[in-house]
């Protein structure tokens, strides 16, 4: 699958639904006479390397001709200032109520139009790894941001001569034209003082603007091929997969969560090499409807450097740093100080050597989804054995407070904290993605399972119990039984972390997390006049778990 760019004279017309006032203003900045082209990795590296604030470190890219860069290329970092992260708060969707799209509509006019005089850089690239899903995306960004189109480019797969001989291949995608991404991060404007993501999900283009931060580009680019994906048959996926190679057969684990649940980990993990195990991402994957195969969307990995000293082996991988602090080794060398010590959420773009069992596409289907969730009234393991259920759990994903939060007076610290399918990056109505969850649960049999990544009550769940969990079920060896009263759900039961149901105390937590689940669902009903509301039927699986208890 391709979007579409190059139209016949006659398809130009307010007929043809790629075109809408928004994607009309966005598609159209890319074609003035200030813009410049920005073929390669190569350019873009040595944009970036003369760039005001940019530091060349001393760290080598590790085999940068496979990457498409020059012999001898460095580690770029850049800082950003007091923001060092997403600002969800700033995002406008297009077809969520309450919108003035008129507003909006020349606010971008007047976004576009104030950057006449400044020099832009139009880069392109492929999101989605294989001819079964391949769009091509745009951005359009000022000179002086030169290492956020590095790092674009790094992020997403350029269009060299053996990836356009893919997208070339593919098949054309009915009514998706290119992803256009407009940004400008030195715009400002009174009524958006934290800046503006705006979106327009079904016409594939977006404006990013008075942002900085890296992030807000890559998962801005994202947000649009999701977007895509669920309009033709994909399940969009914020979460890592990978390929358990076990002789004459396989098995497919996806695993999704929130910052800190153990995602990425779960991911990369090698147990002790006991497994032939192929990655596919850590971050952004999409699952086929029609056949359950699985592809990657990006080539490369942004990950946090909090858990990575100057010395970690992890470090060979890295292709550009940002947020992260600088000093002189004993040689009079440039490395990174990183372990967050500059700020919270120091990030790295790692090149995709890092996993040398890395594909792209999974052709084998989907066998299990795992939820992986932060709450203290839920074991280390349960198998959910209801597809509506399932994915109700799944859109109620849940986390707990950290003790680093200061709260208000009378908040309850142990209330959960939701983020459907871990992925905040939605542009579409919630149903969709619980639809195609339950679907790939209910049609394709892929089996669900919640892992508990945080505490049981008061005991830690430690990242060997997890790994231990995990394997068990890859290797068919975990022993499930029904759990308590539960007609849906069963247990692996471990020593230490079994549930007392003669516990009044454990009973009344149970309860309450149940219960906190359902208002969540409720209270989509009335936030955005309902634009995420979910099928009654998914309020009745948990009311029914709830009802289960007192029976």
């Not at 970690?312 to 990183?338: C, M, R």
């Not at 769940?461 to 995990?470: A, D, F, R």
Request: aromatic share 12%.
């Amino acid at each position: 699958m391709a979007t579409t760019l190059l139209l016949n004279r006659n398809e130009v017309s307010k007929e043809n639904p790629i075109f809408s006032q928004f994607r009309t203003i966005i598609e159209t900045a890319f074609y003035r006479n200030n813009v410049v082209g920005v073929n390669s990795r190569r350019e873009a590296y040595k944009l970036a390397t003369v760039s005001p604030g940019t530091i060349v470190t001393d760290l080598d890219v590790f085999q940068p001709e496979k990457l498409g860069l020059e012999p001898g290329s460095k580690v770029l970092l850049f800082n950003d200032g007091a923001v060092v992260g997403r600002y969800a708060p700033a995002r406008r969707i297009v077809g969520e109520p309450g919108l003035d799209l008129k507003d909006y509509a020349a606010k971008l006019r007047e976004a576009v139009y104030n950057t006449r005089y400044k020099k832009m850089y139009h880069a392109q690239a492929i999101i989605g790894l294989d001819t079964d899903f391949s769009v091509k995306a745009h951005l359009l960004i000022p000179e002086g941001y030169e290492n956020t189109l590095y790092n674009w480019l790094l992020n997403f797969q350029p269009l060299t001569d053996s990836w356009s001989e893919l997208y070339n291949s593919s098949k054309p995608l009915k009514n998706e034209g290119d992803i256009f991404v407009f940004a400008d991060p030195d715009w400002s404007h009174p009524d958006h003082p934290f800046g503006l993501t705006f979106f327009d999900p079904e016409h594939n283009v977006a404006a990013i603007l008075g942002m900085r931060y890296f992030g807000e580009f890559k998962k801005g680019t994202l947000t649009l091929a999701w977007s895509c994906a669920s309009r033709n048959g994909y399940v969009s996926c914020h979460g890592g997969q990978k390929r358990y190679n076990l002789g004459d057969k396989s098995f497919v684990v996806g695993v999704f969560g929130l910052s800190g649940s153990g995602k990425s980990t779960l991911t990369h993990a090698k147990h002790g090499s006991k497994y032939d195990v192929t990655i596919l991402h850590d971050d952004a994957f999409i699952i086929s409807l029609t056949n359950g195969s699985s592809i990657a969307l990006e080539p490369s990995y942004f990950d946090k450097m909090a858990d990575y000293p100057l010395n970690s082996p992890d470090n060979k991988y890295l292709l550009s740093v940002q947020n992260v602090g600088a000093t002189l080794d004993s040689e009079g060398k440039v490395v990174i100080v990183t372990e967050d010590i500059r700020n919270g959420n120091g990030r790295a773009i790692k090149s995709s050597l890092w996993s040398p069992n890395r594909v792209n596409k999974f052709s084998e289907p989907v066998n299990a989804i795992i939820w992986l969730m932060k709450d203290p009234s839920i074991p280390p393991v349960l198998k959910i054995n209801d597809s509506a259920l399932a994915s109700a759990l799944g859109a109620t994903l849940a986390t707990k407070r950290t003790s680093a939060e200061r709260l208000a007076p009378g908040a309850d610290p142990n209330a959960l904290v939701f983020e459907p399918y871990a992925n905040p990056f939605r542009t579409y109505p919630l149903s969709i993605d619980y639809q195609g969850f339950k679907d790939l649960f209910d049609k394709r049999n892929v089996d669900c399972y919640i892992f508990n990544t945080g505490h049981f009550l008061n005991k830690k769940v430690t990242k060997n119990v997890t790994l231990s969990i995990l394997e068990s079920i890859v290797t068919k060896t975990a022993k499930f039984k029904k759990w308590g009263d539960f007609e849906e759900i069963e247990i692996m039961e471990i020593e230490g972390f079994v549930p007392d149901f003669n516990d009044a105390n454990y009973i009344e937590l149970l309860k309450s997390q149940l219960h906190s689940r359902l208002d969540y669902i409720r209270s989509l009903e009335k936030e955005k006049d309902g634009y995420n509301k979910l099928p009654q039927e998914a309020y009745d699986s948990i009311q029914h778990l709830y009802a289960e208890i007192d029976r």
